[in-house]
């Protein structure tokens, strides 16, 4: 079976800019997470997709965060102007239940902003 | 609210047993899971510990005490390819809504020859 996929695995930009960053879940999997990981700090949960619903997006920093899954299927991540402190690396889990223990993380995406 | 700690940074010698510590402190208890990160890649789930006690799982063991809040990782005939960091986390007590982690901040493991 396929893991989690994110897309890109690396992203540079400049302050100001925007960036989108894409996670492909399991396959059947509906829970879909978002988590992040700033420098010397530790992995912080950002939102949770049931399908295509939002279930709980009370780790997400601020309004220049958006997040989607249309279909359930993939989600995206778009920040909106970035700023230097959103430099860090995002993670998108998955699970089939919900539970904790069913997750697989992707390997995900180094977010450096200049 | 919920607060993890491990130590930053562990060094061991290939071959050897190396005991990762975690203390926490948690509004209700809903067990602990320990991943394994290596640098660039995914965290890989390791174990999970609901019960009190020792759970082996090959070269790796986990241990839990709910009443002290503690918990730790064993890892025994340490191999070059177990440096990477060690998570500890935690779910929201059973009710809580979502089922996302808190983490710690991780323990970097580095196997020496």
């Known amino acids: 079976e396929a893991g989690v996929t994110q897309f890109p695995s690396h992203s540079v930009i400049e302050k100001g800019q925007t960036v989108t960053l894409r996670c492909d879940p399991i396959?059947?999997?509906?829970?879909l997470y978002w988590y992040r990981r700033v420098m010397g700090k530790e992995i912080k949960f950002l939102l949770h997709?049931?399908?295509?619903?939002?279930?709980?997006e009370s780790g997400m920093p601020n309004n220049r965060f958006l997040a989607e899954r249309t279909g359930g299927t993939y989600s995206t991540l778009k920040v909106q102007p970035a700023e230097l402190e959103d430099s860090g690396v995002y993670f998108c889990?998955?699970?089939?239940?919900?539970?904790?223990?069913?997750?697989?993380f992707g390997s995900g995406t180094r977010l450096t902003v200049v | 609210g919920q607060n993890i700690d491990q130590p930053t940074e562990m060094t061991a010698t290939e071959g050897a047993i190396v005991q990762i510590n975690c203390t926490y402190q948690?509004?209700?208890?809903?067990?602990l899971f320990w991943y394994q990160q290596h640098a660039g890649e995914a965290p890989t789930f390791l174990s999970y510990?609901?019960?009190?006690g020792l759970e082996e799982k090959g070269r790796f063991s986990s241990f839990l005490s709910r009443s002290k809040g503690y918990s730790y990782l064993l890892l025994k005939e340490l191999q070059m390819k177990d440096s990477a960091s060690y998570l500890c986390?935690?779910?929201?007590?059973?009710?809580?809504?979502?089922?996302?982690?808190?983490f710690g901040k991780g323990t970097k493991l580095s196997v020496i020859p």
């Open positions: 997709f049931v399908k295509e619903s939002k279930q709980d």
């Open positions: 986390a935690v779910p929201p007590y059973s009710g809580a809504g979502s089922y996302q982690l808190t």
């Open positions: 510990n609901v019960l009190d």
């Open positions: 889990a998955s699970s089939q239940d919900g539970a904790a223990y069913g997750y697989t």
């Open positions: 396959s059947g999997h509906d829970n």
């Open positions: 948690t509004s209700g208890f809903n067990g």
